[in-house]
């Protein structure tokens, strides 16, 4: 794995290397064999296996061509020029709005790698709650585990998800750091600016847009990413990079959404009395049909998606069809306590959080929004 030989690239000058043409040629390779789809949809059952084993063939060639191409480029470096290639690729993925899905699907693409050992592997006890916590994947809370002494026993299939999140959380990290980096402006234009071209035409299967369309009186258009309270970003970003929040943090997050784009000054409580709204109370059925779309495509990168269950728990969340009223979205002081419903780890309050009329997520959005009309004025 190329993060295991920073020590040998990270003293390239990678701003000349990213305005080198045939390294941003390799770059765009590099993520179209990664985000290659090798699971084609096709209408007709009979034809599957014909264009899976043309499509696999297509992969293959691709892959071929690519391997060549670094090895030509390289000079015959087959070890650190792939690393500085996979190295400059993920610079720019970092500084794209497709940053999460690209930590999911490289995650996936080391995963893949690693053998799985026959019978139990033996994962020290530390080790393993260090990856459990920080992923907060239900399949690893430590209470579900076979643990003999210090050691904590997984079947192929927790060593499979083990797995996948150890390296997710790695890759994260330096993502992570890549972003928060402090920078001058003109650099990260560049960086922003080479990653557009480096994405340009690569087919992204997943809903990878932050932003909201909002109708109200008081503001009509799409919501800036930053218009959106900590938590539910948080909550975005760890859905997007496969990361799998507690049913109660998706709770949250699929009310919000939903009620922030048609009502957003809606609460659980108004006046002292909970309220008791439906979905069709406040949009119409297309519109909760086309949210139930998106919301969807959002959580395709979850690990335990599942198509049917998720449009039915987010009907049930929002009060369509198979329930008759909208369960909310928790309240900030619940955030901060959660009682182990997994919300604590995405409460990452700032300046405005701490305002003492943001007592509620869709709170700090209504903020944002009145202040930008304010402005406007």
């Not at 390294?23 to 014909?50: D, H, M, Q, T, Y």
């Not at 799985?116 to 920080?134: C, H, K, M, P, T």
């Not at 198509?307 to 002081?333: D, F, L, M, P």
Request: proline content about 3%.
């Amino acid at each position: 794995m190329f993060l295991d030989n920073m020590d040998s690239i990270k003293d390239l000058n990678f701003i000349d290397e990213i305005n080198d043409s045939s390294n941003l040629i390799l770059i765009k390779n590099r993520l179209e064999l990664l985000f290659w789809n090798k699971n084609p949809e096709v209408s007709e059952k009979n034809g599957e296996e014909a264009v899976d084993e043309r499509d696999e063939k297509k992969y293959l060639d691709y892959l071929r061509d690519y391997q060549e191409r670094l090895r030509v480029y390289g000079v015959g470096d087959t070890e650190l020029f792939p690393d500085k290639i996979d190295y400059l690729t993920l610079i720019l993925a970092a500084n794209s709005k497709n940053h999460n899905i690209y930590i999911k699907k490289l995650a996936e693409e080391y995963a893949e790698k690693v053998p799985l050992e026959e019978g139990d592997s033996r994962v020290n006890i530390w080790e393993f709650i260090d990856v459990a916590a920080n992923s907060r994947n239900n399949d690893l809370h430590l209470e579900r585990m076979i643990l003999e002494g210090n050691v904590v026993l997984l079947n192929k299939k927790r060593q499979s998800i083990y797995n996948f999140e150890k390296i997710r959380l790695k890759i994260k990290n330096y993502v992570d750091m890549v972003r928060n980096a402090q920078m001058h402006k003109e650099i990260k234009d560049l960086l922003v600016k080479k990653s557009e071209e480096a994405f340009d035409g690569i087919k992204i299967d997943y809903n990878i847009e932050s932003g909201i369309k909002v109708i109200t009186k008081e503001y009509s258009g799409e919501i800036p990413e930053d218009w959106h309270p900590p938590c539910m970003r948080e909550i975005l970003n760890d859905i997007l990079s496969g990361g799998s929040p507690s049913h109660y943090a998706r709770r949250s997050f699929v009310v919000y959404r939903f009620v922030s784009q048609f009502d957003p000054n809606l609460r659980p409580i108004e006046e002292g009395t909970i309220t008791n709204r439906s979905a069709q109370d406040i949009a119409t059925e297309e519109q909760i049909e086309r949210f139930l779309d998106e919301i969807i495509n959002i959580f395709k990168s979850v690990g335990d998606f599942d198509v049917e269950k998720t449009k039915y728990y987010i009907s049930h969340n929002i009060g369509y069809k198979v329930a008759n009223h909208i369960t909310h979205c928790e309240y900030c002081k619940n955030w901060r306590d959660d009682g182990g419903k997994g919300l604590g780890y995405y409460c990452r309050p700032d300046s405005t959080c701490s305002r003492k009329d943001i007592i509620h997520p869709l709170d700090y959005l209504c903020h944002n929004i009145n202040r930008h009309v304010k402005k406007s004025e």
